[in-house]
């Protein structure tokens, strides 16, 4: 029986391979109504970009669960970090 070779060549383009990764955006939560186990009122997550989900109010955040869901916009509130923090978050994800 023959082995496949299979592709390992990145599908990105020479001009996407050099664009830096987009900034991190991070949420403050506020209220965490009906998701209690989901998410922690005054704890930072980590919100990932979804166009889709904003024109309609939700925002895609990786919750206590580790993967990403959708939420109300109104649950966060945005906030910026000090280089270091944003450093130290970025090494831990």
């Given at each position: 029986?023959?082995?496949v070779?299979?592709?390992t060549k990145s599908k990105l383009s020479s001009e996407e391979k050099g664009k830096a990764?987009?900034?991190?955006?991070?949420?403050?939560?506020?209220?965490?109504?009906?998701y209690p186990a989901s998410l922690e009122v005054r704890k930072i997550y980590n919100?990932?970009?979804d166009a889709e989900a904003g024109k309609h109010g939700l925002i895609r955040v990786i919750?206590?669960?580790g993967e990403d869901y959708l939420y109300a916009r109104e649950f966060f509130i945005p906030i910026a970090l000090p280089k270091a923090a944003?450093?130290?978050?970025s090494v831990l994800a």
């Open positions: 029986m023959a082995s070779r299979k592709n990764p987009p900034p991190r955006r991070y949420l403050l939560c506020i209220k965490n109504e009906g919100a990932l970009p919750d206590e669960s944003d450093i130290a978050l």
